[in-house]
């Protein structure tokens, strides 16, 4: 069974950081892509960024390039987002997910993915 943990999460002023990490069990990690999404109240669940698994590859939504970095370490399981210049509208509660699936195509739509974690609340405050 495939568990997806997230941690990381909190409040913090725009223009800070944080750095978010999602930690995977039940299957071999490195073998899947996973993805960072958010949700905001109100909102729809959106794409926020997703690496392959290597984690050579990797993809963003235009509103977070340039401020957010993904990346993983397939010896830890472990998957991260770190989110810099974190602006008010960055807040949501940000899921990781991946896929059932051994796909080597990145995907940016929620239904694409299978597993989700419980999700970590990030609040960013002007």
């Given at each position: 069974?495939?568990?997806?943990?997230?941690?990381?999460?909190?409040?913090v002023?725009?223009?800070?950081?944080?750095?978010?990490?999602?930690?995977?069990?039940?299957?071999?990690?490195?073998?899947y892509?996973m993805?960072?999404?958010?949700?905001?109240?109100?909102?729809?669940?959106?794409?926020v960024?997703?690496?392959?698994q290597?984690?050579?590859?990797?993809?963003?939504?235009?509103?977070?390039?340039?401020?957010?970095?993904?990346?993983?370490?397939n010896a830890?399981?472990?998957?991260?987002l770190?989110?810099?210049?974190l602006?008010?509208?960055?807040?949501?509660?940000?899921?990781?997910a991946?896929?059932?699936e051994?796909y080597?195509?990145i995907r940016?739509?929620?239904?694409e993915?299978?597993?989700?974690?419980?999700?970590?609340?990030?609040?960013?405050?002007?």
């Amino acid at each position: 069974q495939v568990q997806l943990v997230e941690s990381g999460g909190g409040l913090v002023q725009a223009g800070g950081s944080l750095r978010l990490s999602c930690v995977a069990s039940g299957r071999t990690f490195s073998s899947y892509v996973m993805g960072w999404f958010r949700q905001a109240p109100g909102k729809e669940r959106e794409f926020v960024a997703a690496i392959g698994q290597s984690g050579t590859r990797t993809h963003y939504a235009d509103s977070v390039k340039g401020r957010f970095t993904i990346s993983r370490d397939n010896a830890k399981n472990t998957v991260y987002l770190q989110m810099n210049r974190l602006k008010p509208e960055d807040t949501a509660v940000f899921y990781c997910a991946t896929r059932a699936e051994v796909y080597y195509s990145i995907r940016t739509r929620p239904d694409e993915y299978d597993y989700w974690g419980q999700g970590t609340q990030v609040t960013v405050s002007s």
